[in-house]
């Protein structure tokens, strides 16, 4: 049970740290939102290791576990991220969730080869789920909110979208993301079995610590120091809190990791789908796609979330199902 809390508080920070994100990148860039989201993070992991009392683990990891790390780091807070805002910044956080959220198919399918966890008729009805809730929202892109208009006359110009989202570009982004974000909690469960008796905190400081120095590489690329000076005082709180809840965020990813099992963990995670979907209607209500189709596919997608994350035998035999369906649905199409 604390791994499931850790997960769903994991899953609202990480929401909100989109929303921001989201608010910040409509009129800036995603270089400038990286530049203060990445260092801020290592630098908030950092305090949260010295508040802990365990800074000196920081030079006891096994050199598995810090590989491990580096290279999650790395590919979740540097490439994922980067793929995650410029996919939120061409079509919105409401059209890019769902495609986010099929990492966790592929966060199943690095479980099943690497782990050997097993996968269920009823884990992949619900990853079905969760790919029919894509291409609901994506198939219904262009009808979202429009502005309200002044009465119509003949020469009165036709309304646009409010926001008029970049869909394929946005969905190319949106599935690398969820590639990195699907092979990142592997690496952070493999890292933390290599090391159990290390906190999470260090372990997000180091992981912190490699993406920052990665970072810095991107930094020699012409234009890119220029572009984060001329970021606009009026997005940088927006980027700060960013910033800070993607840390506390990642903090319950982690802790989260270590006490439960990837294919628990994983698809709660993906709760912060219907967090994001209140959020940014709160917050960013002029410059995301708001329709049917997107409330449907994301409940759709997150109901597909829990049959993935549930225990098919015991769900079941709390059902007292038929045996013939019983049978069905704990029929293991992969795994041991």
Avoid at 106 to 127: D, N, P, R, Y
Avoid at 249 to 277: D, E, G, H, N, W
């Amino acid at each position: 049970m604390l791994g499931v809390l850790y997960a769903a508080l994991g899953a609202f920070t990480f929401a909100l740290n989109n929303v921001a994100m989201r608010r910040g990148v409509v009129t800036g860039s995603v270089l400038q939102g990286m530049a203060l989201t990445v260092p801020i993070g290592g630098l908030s992991f950092l305090v949260m290791t010295i508040a802990f009392g365990k800074l000196h683990e920081l030079l006891v990891f096994p050199m598995a576990a810090l590989t491990w790390l580096a290279c999650q780091g790395v590919v979740h807070f540097v490439i994922g991220r980067y793929c995650n805002y410029k996919s939120n910044q061409l079509m919105g956080v409401n059209l890019t969730a769902p495609v986010v959220q099929l990492q966790v198919p592929f966060a199943m399918m690095l479980a099943v080869v690497m782990l050997h966890e097993k996968f269920t008729v009823l884990q992949a009805i619900g990853s079905a789920l969760m790919l029919g809730g894509s291409f609901i929202t994506q198939g219904n892109a262009g009808t979202g909110n429009r502005k309200a208009s002044a009465p119509s006359t003949a020469a009165a110009p036709v309304p646009k979208p409010v926001f008029q989202p970049r869909v394929f570009s946005g969905t190319i982004f949106g599935l690398g993301a969820a590639m990195c974000y699907g092979s990142s909690p592997l690496m952070a469960r493999q890292a933390f079995l290599d090391a159990p008796d290390i906190s999470t905190a260090a372990g997000g400081c180091l992981a912190y610590t490699a993406a920052t120095l990665f970072f810095l590489l991107i930094l020699f690329k012409p234009g890119s120091s220029a572009d984060i000076k001329s970021m606009k005082r009026e997005n940088l709180p927006w980027f700060l809190s960013s910033a800070v809840l993607v840390a506390i965020s990642q903090a319950f990813v982690y802790a989260s990791l270590a006490v439960a099992p990837l294919m628990v963990v994983t698809p709660i995670l993906q709760l912060s789908l219907v967090f994001r979907l209140f959020l940014s209607q709160l917050i960013n209500r002029d410059h995301e796609v708001m329709n049917t189709a997107v409330v449907i596919g994301a409940f759709t997608a997150v109901t597909g979330s829990i049959l993935v994350s549930l225990d098919t035998e015991k769900l079941t035999t709390s059902l007292d199902l038929p045996l013939s369906l019983a049978d069905f649905l704990s029929y293991r199409l992969a795994g041991h």
